[in-house]
């Protein structure tokens, strides 16, 4: 025959990993009885739901006179005194080594185990301000596992609503309602991690997805290709805000050669800067820039240059428009090559400066089409060894060439 009795876990150590505990019940024996765990859905061989109780926790089971066995019903959420009885429970019958004992002495032996030190299973947060329940929990005495909460205060006026998934170290999966927050969360115990918005709130708008670490992010892709792609939006926006608080030094400065030439990057003593930078690298493929709406434009600029390509509507074009390349600087710009420097113009070549300097170590030609001019608002000076006029010995200039530009390998 089964009798509901009230007891306290004593032992829960199954080396045999068969879900058997020990508990002492003041009605049944001074000596731990073995307690069978049973739990709801749970399968042979494992499924459905598993969980143990703790040593200290009060319990109430279902006890088999003929068997000597208890079968595990509950957990006790508060902690009843041992003293305490449970009514219209009947002591049974001794059988086998279990005796039965008066309630005096059995009592003084169910105090000599001290109850868990654990909060239990239902904590404060598992009640409103009013006292009403609001959580349903599946969690270990370390707060991991699964809580469902649902509460709506009208003092103050408050919504909680959320599925939460919690790690010992309190790192956390959230699906939340709320709202105040209206998103699915993944957090670790630092508070980083991936926030996807629901619906709008005062915080975020709908849709949002944000990603945030203090520690390096890392996106790999093995086999295939990367993606992102702005449908119907606004602006993609990369800034790098770094004062480089957390950089890490490199002892050697990679253009401490040129130390006499660009003092600001390369003197003595001075390490690489790895902050605050944005870098844009290839290993075996072009890098590619592609602005293609009608009067689209690129600019690349610092605070003392800017280079700007910009289109425009051009009706002499047979595109239709036409770009300008602009560039400005309030320093130098300096143009060196190994090879040759060719500027071609289908119109003209304008070039404007206080002071003009042209040097070659071989030949200087120059050569007109129509009028060749040289005014002079002062003194004009020719040296050379010989100076011919009308002679016909003069040389025919070279033709610049001048390469066209191609398409990358997206036809751009």
């Not at 009706?315 to 428009?321: K, V």
Request: charged share 20%; hydrophobic share 30%; net charge neutral.
């Amino acid at each position: 025959m089964l009798q509901l009795v009230k007891g306290q876990v004593t032992e829960v150590i199954d080396k045999s990993g068969s879900g058997y505990f020990k508990a002492k019940f003041k009605d049944i024996s001074t000596e731990p009885v073995t307690v069978i765990l049973s739990s709801p859905g749970y399968k042979k061989g494992g499924g459905g739901l598993f969980f143990m109780p703790d040593i200290g926790d009060f319990i109430i089971a279902a006890y088999d006179d003929q068997e000597s066995l208890a079968y595990y019903q509950g957990t006790l959420i508060q902690n009843v005194k041992p003293s305490s009885s449970i009514q219209n429970v009947k002591p049974s019958s001794s059988k086998g080594n279990i005796a039965r004992t008066s309630n005096s002495n059995v009592g003084a032996s169910i105090q000599d185990v001290k109850p868990s030190s654990s909060k239990g299973p239902i904590a404060k947060k598992s009640y409103s301000n009013v006292g009403a329940p609001i959580r349903t929990t599946y969690e270990d005495k370390f707060g991991q596992g699964l809580s469902i909460t649902r509460n709506r205060e009208e003092t103050p006026p408050k919504i909680n609503s959320s599925v939460d998934l919690t790690s010992e170290k309190n790192k956390k999966f959230s699906l939340n309602d709320s709202p105040d927050i209206e998103a699915i969360l993944i957090r670790n115990q630092h508070g980083e991690g991936i926030k996807i918005q629901g619906d709008a709130n005062g915080n975020s708008p709908a849709g949002e997805i944000s990603i945030e670490s203090n520690g390096p992010q890392h996106y790999i892709c093995r086999n295939t290709y990367i993606n992102m792609r702005l449908v119907d939006g606004k602006d993609i926006n990369i800034s790098n805000d770094s004062g480089g608080g957390m950089s890490t030094p490199v002892l050697t400065r990679p253009n401490a050669g040129f130390a006499a030439l660009y003092p600001e990057d390369g003197a003595a003593g001075m390490t690489p800067k790895r902050y605050g930078g944005i870098y844009l690298r290839s290993a075996w493929g072009d890098v590619s820039m592609a602005a293609k709406g009608l009067t689209s434009r690129i600019f690349l600029s610092t605070s003392g240059g800017r280079i700007q390509i910009v289109s425009k509507p051009d009706a002499t074009s047979p595109t239709g428009f036409s770009s300008d390349v602009r560039i400005e600087s309030t320093g130098d710009i300096s143009l060196k090559s190994a090879g040759n420097i060719n500027i071609s113009a289908d119109k003209d070549v304008n070039i404007s400066a206080n002071n003009m300097n042209v040097k070659t170590l071989v030949n200087y030609v120059t050569e007109s089409g129509g009028i060749a001019s040289i005014k002079s608002a002062g003194s004009m000076t020719l040296d050379g060894t010989t100076i011919d006029l009308n002679s016909g010995l003069s040389v025919p200039a070279v033709i610049p060439r001048v390469f066209p530009t191609i398409y990358n390998d997206y036809y751009e």
